[in-house]
């Protein structure tokens, strides 16, 4: 048995398409420069009607925001400075595929350098580009997703954006990777297109040969090779019946998310765009606990969207969620986050620098044009607020002021502005945590960034693989933190949530109820699960098994224990 990452639930038995890029031979003999330079070009413009009929044929299957990384990958092809320094290449006398190849891997070994995250995930995309290019240079047939007609689970070292754009949820019941992680781009493609997915697991490409039957279970990461029957028999046993309980458990979209003795709690769900909306209301999110807002910057081409683009936006959301709560998160851009048209300083660590909140307080003109835009749209909703990055009492009292300023102003124009708007901030730093105590009684609520509090705290680098083990959200430490925030927001009588990755982790659900979590957001299709977890528990267990597990020492023991109770009740 081999082991990876479980990035898209599902439990599959298939047969295997290895899907192999073409092997790369280079030519030895020399060609004229007027031929390679025409071939080149005929190459590129190949390579470009490649790419748009593969957006054209994703279009029906997947978000608008996810079809842009084809948008983006026709710019890094039609970049001057790539295709210029090919082709001054081919004019010293290299041929065009020796050339396309030099170019490309000195540009994604330049971006795989970068200590920025976000440039680091622009290797991959330029990898892909180059390659197709490349084989379009020498003729080569680039493998084509599209003509496969009959179930197969996909076996690669990786796949590309293009690779899962191209996938028929009808043929392709699963997929399996060498590499990955949990946010890379298949692994994000394999959630919306709701395709079981494997990344991450060592060893699958030698394993494994075309048309062999394999076993996938993408739930725990398990992936058998040649199956016995009645190994085969119990992975499409226990497929029917995850499928089974997904279709069940839409009994529970309108159903209270409450504990065995009563104590009830708000399962929301986070959102990018408006769009998004509609996963919340089909799942049963009871409240929006996370509006990223920042996509709606990123999706800007040319500035700061205004405040009339921002205000419909967010007048959307609120009228969808007909009164729900709508937690707007102000803009968190920087870190692994950038803009086309913003500099962003040169930084030794932009995780830890200009970004959030301390952009917004020292760029107060966008600051105060997102506070307008939101305090505008509340009047069709129920709006909260929260800003990012807090770090100090002093950063939430000058967020909060600007915000009483740009209210004040708006009533005295004659806006509608609701009186019940709460005011909050991300709990996401450990100095955050640790003085909870001192912001609760400024903050109307706290909601928790599990991602960032347990990348800061741990002082691990959520998308470095070498310190992948460190990442730990369920570690004591983090735990601690956790409850901190918590109980510091009841002794003050607010609420607290946790908006990160944590909230949908079914093992860190007992442990959350029993310190006391208020809300819990998260992706919409985990809604559901979570809330048929919260229904089977009961909320005084579950803080004597809160405090149980904060004594113990590691999040191995943590789960362990968590998983034997849970185990114990069934």
């Known amino acids: 048995m081999l082991k990876g990452i479980a990035v898209s639930s599902g439990i599959v038995v298939g047969k295997v398409y290895k899907l192999v890029q073409p092997e790369i031979v280079l030519k030895e003999e020399k060609g004229e420069t007027s031929a390679e330079l025409a071939a080149f070009k005929a190459a590129v413009a190949k390579t470009r009607t490649d790419i748009e009929k593969i957006k054209e044929r994703a279009a029906g299957k997947l978000k608008p925001e996810e079809l842009e990384i084809f948008d983006a990958h026709l710019t890094m092809l039609d970049d001057p400075e790539y295709q210029g320094q090919i082709?001054?290449?081919?004019n010293d006398g290299s041929n065009a595929d020796l050339a396309t190849k030099e170019v490309t891997d000195m540009m994604v070994n330049m971006f795989s350098m970068m200590d920025d995250a976000y440039f680091k995930e622009r290797a991959a995309d330029i990898?892909?580009?180059g390659q197709r290019l490349l084989c379009n240079v020498l003729g080569l047939k680039v493998p084509d997703l599209t003509a496969i007609d009959e179930e197969v689970i996909i076996v690669a070292s990786d796949l590309t954006p293009s690779d899962t754009a191209q996938m028929d949820k009808k043929f392709i019941i699963g997929f399996c990777t060498e590499e990955g992680g949990r946010t890379s781009h298949s692994a994000i493609m394999a959630r919306s297109l709701e395709i079981p997915a494997v990344v991450g697991c060592k060893g699958i490409l030698d394993a494994t040969t075309d048309d062999m039957i394999i076993a996938m279970d993408a739930t725990s990461g398990d992936v058998v090779t040649e199956p016995s029957d009645d190994v085969k028999e119990d992975y499409i046993k226990r497929g029917n019946e995850l499928?089974?309980?997904?279709?069940?458990?839409?009994?529970?979209?309108?159903?209270?998310?409450?504990?065995?003795?009563?104590?009830?709690?708000?399962?929301?769900?986070?959102?990018?765009?408006?769009?998004d909306v509609d996963g919340v209301i089909n799942n049963g999110g009871e409240?929006?606990?996370?509006?990223?807002?920042?996509?709606?910057?990123?999706?800007s081409k040319e500035d700061f969207p205004d405040e009339e683009t921002q205000y419909e936006a967010y007048k959307a959301v609120l009228e969808r969620m007909e009164g729900?709560?709508?937690?707007?998160?102000?803009?968190?851009?920087?870190?692994?986050?950038k803009l086309d048209?913003?500099?962003?300083?040169?930084?030794?660590?932009?995780?830890?620098g200009y970004r959030a909140i301390r952009l917004c307080l020292d760029r107060q003109d966008i600051f105060r044009t997102q506070l307008r835009a939101i305090l505008r749209a509340s009047a069709y909703g129920r709006a909260a607020i929260m800003f990012p990055m807090i770090a100090t009492v002093d950063e939430f009292k000058r967020a909060k002021a600007i915000y009483e300023e740009e209210r004040e102003k708006l009533v005295k124009e004659g806006f509608n502005v609701a009186d019940d708007i709460e005011v909050g901030m991300m709990?996401?730093?450990?100095?955050?945590?640790?003085?909870?105590?001192?912001?609760?009684?400024y903050a109307d609520f706290f909601s928790i960034g599990t991602n960032d509090l347990t990348q800061y705290t741990m002082a691990a680098d959520r998308g470095s693989k070498e310190v992948s083990y460190l990442y730990q959200p369920l570690n004591p430490a983090v735990l601690t933190l956790i409850k901190k925030a918590i109980d510091a927001a009841h002794?003050?009588?607010?609420?607290?949530?946790?908006?990160?990755?944590?909230?949908?982790?079914?093992?860190?659900?007992?442990?959350?109820?029993?310190?006391?979590?208020?809300?819990?957001?998260?992706?919409?299709?985990?809604?559901?699960?979570?809330?048929?977890?919260?229904?089977?528990?009961?909320?005084?267990?579950?803080?004597?098994?809160?405090?149980?597990?904060?004594?113990?020492?590691?999040?191995?023991?943590?789960?362990?224990?968590?998983e034997d109770y849970l185990d114990s009740k069934n």
């Open 324 to 337: 729900k709560r709508v937690v707007f998160r102000t803009l968190d851009i920087g870190g692994d986050k």
């Open 243 to 275: 499928k089974a309980e997904k279709e069940a458990l839409k009994v529970l979209i309108d159903q209270p998310s409450i504990s065995l003795d009563g104590h009830k709690v708000e399962i929301a769900a986070n959102i990018g765009t408006p769009k």
């Open 341 to 352: 048209y913003f500099q962003f300083p040169e930084e030794l660590n932009p995780f830890l």
């Open 287 to 299: 409240a929006v606990g996370l509006y990223r807002t920042e996509f709606l910057y990123m999706d």
């Open 127 to 129: 990898k892909d580009v």
């Open 427 to 441: 709990v996401e730093i450990p100095a955050s945590a640790i003085m909870a105590e001192k912001f609760a009684k």
């Open 87 to 90: 082709e001054a290449k081919i």
């Open 491 to 562: 002794k003050y009588g607010k609420w607290c949530g946790v908006c990160g990755e944590l909230a949908s982790d079914i093992i860190a659900a007992p442990i959350l109820l029993g310190l006391g979590l208020d809300e819990f957001s998260m992706t919409a299709p985990s809604i559901l699960p979570a809330r048929k977890m919260i229904r089977s528990l009961n909320y005084e267990e579950m803080k004597d098994l809160a405090a149980k597990v904060l004594e113990l020492e590691s999040q191995d023991e943590i789960r362990a224990y968590v």
